[in-house]
């Protein structure tokens, strides 16, 4: 009723206004009109004082009269290019054209006249003047002038007849109108009665309302502390889960390191037994020992960065190494009694993603394939290529896409499951099991990477999930793998500080830099390090440790800085949570173990971003 009251408001606003506009425009025309026909008469009267004052002028050749007669006709002139302006009609446009140009013709003959006047030739301006007297420009100048007056005339009717008939109309729109105005108060009244009665049972409801409401937020409490202890119990689980794993994983890993140590053990006591009698025999003991210890450290760095949380930068990444490097891993979480099989049909296209997310991605698959199959059956991980569709797969869109399936052979999932599969906190797995948030954390990490995901199931016969990634085209930044069997480089040898709290590596550094040539000074505390700089201002570097007990390695270069511009810096840690640039201030990082060419390559790169100049 509100509405129906304001748009009735608003048209009755709208109509009145429209009226006034339209009265207004009646008002402006007709008084354009009435200036049309007065200017008019006033160029009439105007063109006849006109030629009279030059009929004086001839007669008594006075030039007050001559002058009289110039300003008249020039005044004539001036009226009719305000008549041209004024007139609104095509034909009144026509016309003024009209005696605009019969002005002209009779302009040059009245001036032929004054002229003569002028040059006292007077018998000839009487001739002319009174042959001008009777010249058919004079009768046209009249003729259109009346004509112009009366169609004006026509013009002020006709628009005088149309608004009344528009201010009629609106008349009687603005009163039906009216009428429906005081149709709508009556019904608001109507309607304001029955809201009086219906206020009375409202209050009669309004207290059942309020027990309700009380009820309701009891019952939102209750749940809200159900959900906060369910929490604390999921969080309570992961981590027993998150120990579970790394306690199955550890088992799995100390038998390759015990296995790596034996390769290490063994070659390096051959080579001590036959270091004199047989050096070829003892070299190839020794490169034994240097492979077993090579393969530990990849597995530590390995192991170091699957414990990482942060994401790394995304790099393009060819989809077989991914599996082919993450073998070793897999064969020792899954047990010895799954099977695990690689197969390649991807012909070496990349994916551009997170190294360390999707390595965990594919984990978490295969540990949930194992779990399918009670730990006893055969993994397949197999990288293709595929061509999508837009929309063929999620919401993939269309291009050449990278998959990567991991099937196992385990009893497989119902349908119903298979549509909750990604939900948060879903899960099949008994309690204290799993999460349930394994496969939501994959759905949301294909997403983010623009790709999609897929699930072939069928109870009784395994179960196939499918990673589609979006292929990466952009040309791999190449990347020098360091030499098997490395060589020192032979650079200018340097006098170097050697900070590290631990004796062991502190002796084995200072004997590979002086296995270098370059000249070292040992300092196991970095709290030492100012005084042992101050005694030996000719050092060129600083090799120290990351982390140490009463002080990092970044800490104290730092308190350097400001007495030691000059100084070069290298950072040497075995630990990868430390491989941000920004946290070691730009500086060069050697990662343990090294190689003497790993050594030297850093020496020379640390060297070369040298902040100062020599003191």
């Not at 160029?43 to 006849?48: C, D, F, K, M, Q």
């Not at 298979?418 to 799993?434: D, M, N, Y």
């Not at 200018?492 to 002086?514: F, G, N």
């Not at 800085?561 to 810096?569: E, G, K, M, T, Y």
Request: aromatic share 4%.
């Amino acid at each position: 009723m509100a509405a129906l009251g304001a748009a009735t408001l608003v048209a009755l606003m709208v109509i009145l206004g429209g009226a006034n506009r339209q009265r207004d425009q009646a008002l402006e025309l007709q008084s354009r009109s009435y200036d049309v026909m007065i200017l008019a008469r006033s160029l009439s009267g105007t063109i006849a004082r006109s030629e009279a004052s030059l009929g004086r002028y001839v007669i008594s050749g006075d030039r007050g009269m001559g002058q009289l007669y110039s300003e008249d006709w020039n005044l004539a002139a001036s009226q009719i290019d305000r008549l041209d302006r004024i007139a609104d009609d095509r034909q009144q446009q026509r016309r003024i054209d009209a005696l605009r140009e019969a002005y002209i013709a009779r302009g040059r003959d009245l001036s032929l006249t004054a002229l003569s006047t002028a040059y006292k030739k007077n018998r000839q301006a009487y001739a002319l003047y009174n042959q001008a007297g009777m010249a058919p420009e004079l009768v046209r100048i009249n003729r259109l002038l009346d004509a112009i007056i009366a169609r004006e005339k026509a013009l002020l009717a006709n628009r005088t007849r149309a608004v009344m008939g528009t201010v009629e109309e609106s008349s009687r729109i603005a009163l039906l109108l009216a009428v429906f105005g005081i149709l709508l108060v009556l019904g608001a009244i109507t309607l304001g009665w029955m809201t009086l009665g219906a206020y009375t049972e409202r209050k009669v409801a309004q207290a059942e309302a309020d027990a309700a409401r009380q009820r309701a937020r009891e019952l939102a409490e209750a749940v809200t502390q159900a959900t906060d202890e369910l929490r604390a119990q999921e969080a309570k689980l992961r981590q027993v889960q998150k120990m579970e794993a790394v306690g199955q994983l550890t088992g799995g890993i100390a038998h390759d390191f015990n296995n790596m140590l034996a390769v290490v053990l063994g070659g390096l006591e051959l080579a001590r037994r036959v270091l004199h009698s047989d050096p070829t025999s003892a070299a190839r003991h020794i490169d034994n020992a240097t492979e077993g210890a090579n393969r530990a450290a990849a597995l530590t760095r390995q192991l170091l960065a699957f414990s990482r949380e942060d994401a790394l930068n995304a790099e393009s990444i060819v989809a077989r190494e991914i599996v082919d490097e993450m073998s070793a891993l897999l064969d020792r979480t899954l047990g010895d009694a799954v099977t695990l099989v690689a197969q390649d049909g991807s012909g070496g296209w990349r994916i551009r993603c997170d190294r360390v997310q999707i390595e965990n991605a594919i984990l978490n698959l295969a540990v949930n394939a194992r779990d399918a199959m009670n730990g006893r059956g055969t993994l397949t991980i197999a990288t293709g290529r595929a061509m999508l569709r837009e929309g063929e797969v999620g919401e993939c869109g269309a291009g050449e896409h990278v998959t990567i399936a991991v099937t196992d052979t385990g009893t497989g999932m119902s349908p119903e499951v298979v549509e909750r599969v990604f939900e948060p906190f879903f899960t099949t797995k008994p309690v204290g099991k799993g999460t349930g948030l394994g496969l939501s954390q994959i759905f949301a990490l294909v997403r983010q990477l623009g790709g999609g995901i897929a699930i072939d199931t069928k109870l009784g016969e395994g179960t196939t999930v499918i990673l589609y990634l979006p292929r990466d085209t952009a040309s791999p930044v190449r990347v020098v793998a360091e030499p098997a069997t490395p060589e020192a480089t032979g650079s200018d040898r340097i006098d170097l500080l050697v900070v590290e709290d631990d004796p062991r590596v502190l002796a084995a550094t200072m004997s590979a830099l002086a296995e270098l040539g370059h000249r070292a000074i040992s300092c196991d505390d970095p709290l030492a390090a100012p005084a042992l700089l101050q005694r030996h201002p000719h050092i060129d570097l600083v090799l120290s440790d990351v982390l140490m007990p009463r002080q990092t390695g970044t800490e104290m270069v730092a308190g350097l800085a400001a007495d030691f511009p000059h100084l070069a810096v290298l950072f040497v840690t075995g630990f990868a949570g430390e491989a941000n640039g920004e946290a070691l201030g730009g500086h060069v990082l050697l990662r343990k173990p090294f190689t003497l060419a790993g050594l030297e390559r850093a020496i020379d790169a640390a060297m070369a971003r040298t902040r100062g100049a020599t003191p």
